[in-house]
């Protein structure tokens, strides 16, 4: 480490921000792609569906919103 900054894993807070989806949406799958860098879910049955490829926890859940109704 060189300065005063420092570096913040975002993992657990990614990690954390997701549980709470699957919790608060039950049956969703919910994931961040570390590669893509962007956040996805998958539908539970019988709306199974792949839902995501989006930059924001927030617009992946309007989406689950949306399509969960």
């Given amino acids: 480490m060189t300065g005063d900054t420092v570096q913040i894993d975002a993992r657990p807070i990614r990690d954390a921000e997701i549980q709470r989806?699957?919790?608060?949406?039950?049956?969703?799958?919910?994931?961040?792609?570390?590669?893509?860098?962007?956040?996805?879910?998958l539908l539970p049955p019988p709306a199974t569906r792949l839902v995501g490829g989006v930059a924001s926890l927030p617009a992946?859940?309007?989406?689950?919103?949306?399509?969960?109704r």
Avoid: D, F, K, N
């Avoid at 989806?21 to 879910?41: D, F, I, M, N, S």
């Fill in 60 to 68: 992946l859940e309007a989406e689950l919103i949306r399509l969960l």
């Fill in 21 to 41: 989806l699957e919790r608060q949406y039950p049956g969703v799958y919910a994931w961040y792609g570390h590669h893509t860098r962007q956040y996805w879910a």
